[in-house]
């Protein structure tokens, strides 16, 4: 299908498109060696994103009815900027629908929503070895850190 890039178009995630987005994620998180496929966990998370629209973003890339890609934004408080940002996830479309311009429509959607809600910088994580998104995010203008990240996993969350 790359040889013949397909029209699709971005919309505000629903309840519906869960089962097609868990599937996303499972592709995602299938590179990504911090984090478990879990498709219980990830419904929840979704669902969770949905239900609170003041606070984050769930968007996906459809051609026809079928779902080919994803990404969320959630608002978080940035003292660094003295206002909000917003922390990118779940960037990730179909193998079949990459390189046609689709992740860009996605990010670029989810820019505008994070500019709409006073938010003035936009940050994510990707795994050091997936040099196919670093140089995508490098494209799309996106810049290095010196930052690493950690985590401290302190409840457990039941599937």
């Not at 911090?34 to 003041?54: H, M, N, V, Y």
């Not at 960037?91 to 046609?100: F, G, K, L, T």
């Amino acid at each position: 299908m790359k040889s013949n890039p397909v029209p699709s178009f971005i919309r505000t995630a629903t309840a519906e498109d869960i089962p097609a987005m868990v599937e996303l994620i499972r592709l995602l998180f299938s590179i990504e060696a911090d984090f478990a496929i879990d498709a219980a966990k990830q419904r929840r998370g979704l669902e969770l994103l949905i239900s609170t629209p003041s606070h984050s973003c769930v968007l996906v890339a459809v051609t026809g009815d079928l779902v080919i890609g994803m990404c969320t934004g959630q608002i978080v408080i940035s003292t660094a900027e003295g206002a909000p940002s917003v922390w990118v996830e779940d960037v990730v479309v179909a193998e079949a629908y990459r390189s046609q311009g689709v992740a860009t429509k996605l990010l670029a959607h989810l820019e505008a929503w994070a500019k709409s809600q006073g938010a003035t910088r936009l940050q994510l994580l990707t795994e050091l070895e997936n040099t196919s998104a670093l140089k995508f995010y490098h494209r799309q203008n996106w810049l290095r850190t010196h930052l690493i990240a950690l985590r401290k996993l302190i409840g457990s969350s039941t599937s």
